[in-house]
């Protein structure tokens, strides 16, 4: 593979008013990205002229560039080369500090390389040599969620709890309108997907049966999303609908996919990271959990339910796990529409703790 190293960034160059910069090393997964941005929102009020450059692998340079927060995006390529080039260019830009958001050894060794003065992250992988400060994760139980993580390492935690939001342009959201020309409104997406696998997903015929409900009783248009890798997935739940449902899966990007969502009154979601992009888009999101910790990787929207019927809660679960499976299969469509029903109607507006919401509209 050829070394490249690109700069991504949807806003105009930063201001030359800035009087430091700030390198943060993202994390790699779009359900953690998402949950990372409460700490970066908060940080950037309380440190308005700081140049903020996020470095993340290609996949999620398009969600970066849609957050106010971040000045510049930087790509990171899977390979040798390109992490010795990135390192010497984060040299050139003298950081003065340097977030290392993931847990991995290698998230830490190209600020290492540039010889970043401040270099802060979690702890253990091996990698602590290579940073000169490490906070540890918050213990309390009431910063159990791992959005407190990256706050803790931000230095943001006793600052109120944002919920995550992207800034969506009028082109943007203009373009996603025009692809659901036709459909009926309200609209309310369905995301069956979970790149997790069979352990975080509700069945593919749940899927369809609610939104055959859903059609009926609320006269909306269905809008099914997914990744590429769920196309078939997407295109048996689309066609177990009928009409009045539209498959995009596998052909958006994601600023797309978050503007198509943005369109919509409602997401239905299995824990996965559409159900947390969902929540940055600013859309009432319904979760449909398994037996992972909602308490701790919940999404962190303004308004949020959680349908989950598992005594037992886990973040370290087989992909194929049985018990995670049959815990799913006994949420029923039935009750989903009615918390899809009671979260459209359940009002709006922001809120101060957006975990305490969550454990406020919980159902078990």
């Known amino acids: 593979m050829p070394v490249s190293l690109e700069s991504v960034s949807a806003k105009p160059p930063p201001s030359s008013s800035r009087s430091e910069a700030v390198l943060v ?15 970066l929102q ?15 692998k290609p996949p999620l340079a398009g969600l970066w560039s849609l957050h106010q927060a971040i000045d510049e995006v930087w790509t990171l390529p899977d390979n040798l080369g390109g992490m010795l080039l990135t390192a010497r260019r984060a040299a050139s830009e003298r950081f003065r500090c340097a977030f290392v958001l993931p847990h991995s050894f290698r998230s830490a060794l190209a600020p290492f390389l540039a ?10 992988h091996g990698r602590d040599w290579m940073l000169t400060r490490i906070e540890q994760p918050p213990c309390r139980p009431a910063l159990e969620h791992q959005c407190h993580e990256y706050r803790a390492l931000f230095g943001v935690t006793d600052l109120p709890l ?9 082109q943007l959201s203009d ?18 997907g979970a790149a997790y696998g069979p352990a975080k997903r509700w069945p593919a015929e749940y899927f369809i049966t609610l939104g055959g409900m859903l059609k009926s009783a609320l006269h909306c248009g269905i809008v099914v999303l997914g990744s590429g890798s769920e196309r078939d997935l997407c295109a048996r739940v689309t066609a177990g609908i009928g009409s009045g449902a539209v498959d995009f899966a596998g052909r958006t990007t994601l600023p797309e996919f978050a503007a198509l969502l943005a369109h919509c009154a409602l997401v239905v979601a299995n824990d996965s990271g559409g159900m947390h992009l969902a929540t940055a888009a600013g859309v009432p999101v319904l979760a449909i959990f398994g037996i992972t910790d909602p308490q701790k990787t ?3 929207g303004e308004r949020v339910r959680i349908l989950q019927d598992s005594v037992r809660r886990s973040r370290d679960i087989e ?4 018990e995670a499976v049959l ?31 969550r454990k406020k509209y919980r159902d078990k």
């Open 25 to 39: 090393a993202g994390v790699n997964w779009l359900g953690d990205s998402v949950m990372s941005m409460p700490a």
């Open 42 to 56: 908060a940080y950037r009020r309380i440190h308005p002229q700081t140049r903020l450059v996020m470095l993340v």
């Open 115 to 124: 010889r970043i003065p401040d270099r802060v992250g979690l702890p253990g």
């Open 162 to 170: 944002e919920t995550p939001r992207l800034n969506l342009s009028g």
């Open 175 to 192: 373009a996603a309108l025009q692809r659901l020309n036709g459909l009926e409104s309200p609209r309310v997406a369905l995301l069956p």
């Open 298 to 300: 919940g999404p962190l």
């Open 319 to 322: 992909r194929n796990s049985e």
């Open 327 to 357: 815990a799913l299969r006994r949420i029923k469509p039935e009750q989903a529409l009615a918390a899809a029903r009671a979260l459209l109607h359940g009002g709006g507006g922001m809120v101060q703790d957006p975990v305490e919401q």
